[in-house]
């Protein structure tokens, strides 16, 4: 964890009850354990949920959209399996906790989020922990990011009604995709595989329930206004 920020034992405190939380429900990977044990998700969460940012909760983020449950991000890292030296696309920044998380656990992390107010407070919150191996756009992620792409790892964390093609298209011979696809009540998280040889291996690896992926292989288009 850069060095940047400061905090109080109480926070470090909750976080260490939230790492064994994890480990109790299975999560055994030390390096994505040591990443919730650094990174202050307090600072993620709108302020009026600040109190209970500990806890295994997802909270509404504005804008129609959810900062998902730590134990969903737990799921997603240690499915990944990241040695340290990946370059990784993600696809729904939301409220950058995630993103920040992989940056502890990745070499480079390019995260991409459709709404640009949620893409702006991610970037700022990232940046003021002191990362500088994250780059954060405001765009529609189901076309990837060409320009950096072959990427070791891509994540979609937002529920798709099919898989975006680019996304396949962008993923190194080698490298994993995370990606929930279903319909808008609930998906099914598929863990795909590119072989050596460029062929795609697809499992299931869990149900999970996000807000709708817009975009191509997503949701149509439809902005969602007023409220939060
Ligand atoms: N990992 C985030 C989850 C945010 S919810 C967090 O825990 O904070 C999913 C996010 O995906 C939303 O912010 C939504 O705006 C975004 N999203 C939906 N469709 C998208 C698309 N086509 N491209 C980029 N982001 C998208």
């Known amino acids: 964890m850069p060095s940047k920020y400061r905090e109080t034992s109480s926070h470090q405190e909750l976080r260490r009850r939230l790492v064994e939380q994890l480990q109790a429900a299975g999560i055994r990977d030390l390096a994505v354990l040591n990443a919730f044990d650094q990174v202050p998700r307090h600072m993620f969460v709108p302020e009026r949920f600040a109190?209970?940012?500990?806890?295994?909760?997802?909270?509404?983020?504005?804008?129609?959209?959810?900062?998902s449950k730590?134990?969903?991000?737990?799921?997603?890292?240690?499915?990944?399996?990241?040695?340290?030296?990946e370059r990784v696309l993600e696809i729904g920044?939301?409220?950058?906790?995630?993103?920040?998380?992989?940056?502890?656990?990745?070499?480079?992390?390019?995260?991409?989020?459709?709404?640009?107010?949620?893409?702006?407070?991610?970037?700022?919150r990232i940046e003021s922990l002191g990362?500088?191996?994250?780059?954060?756009?405001?765009?529609?992620?189901?076309?990837?990011?060409?320009?950096?792409?072959?990427?070791?790892?891509?994540?979609?964390?937002?529920?798709?009604?099919?898989m975006p093609k680019p996304l396949l298209e962008q993923l190194r011979p080698g490298g994993r995709m995370l990606i929930p696809i279903g319909d808008s009540e609930s998906q099914q998280l598929h863990r795909i595989e590119k072989t050596a040889a460029g062929e795609i291996e697809d499992t299931v690896i869990g149900e999970v329930r996000f807000v709708p992926l817009r975009g191509l292989g997503?949701?149509?288009d439809i902005e969602r206004r007023g409220g939060e």
């Open 218 to 220: 997503g949701h149509a």
């Open 51 to 67: 109190a209970r940012a500990y806890a295994d909760e997802a909270f509404p983020l504005g804008h129609g959209q959810t900062i």
């Open 131 to 162: 990362f500088t191996n994250v780059a954060v756009r405001a765009s529609d992620g189901t076309y990837g990011w060409r320009a950096f792409s072959p990427f070791d790892a891509i994540l979609v964390t937002a529920g798709a009604l099919e």
């Open 93 to 124: 920044t939301g409220s950058g906790y995630q993103t920040a998380l992989l940056a502890m656990l990745a070499d480079h992390v390019y995260s991409i989020e459709r709404v640009p107010k949620l893409a702006e407070a991610a970037r700022a």
């Open 70 to 85: 730590p134990s969903t991000h737990a799921l997603y890292l240690q499915a990944l399996n990241l040695e340290g030296d």
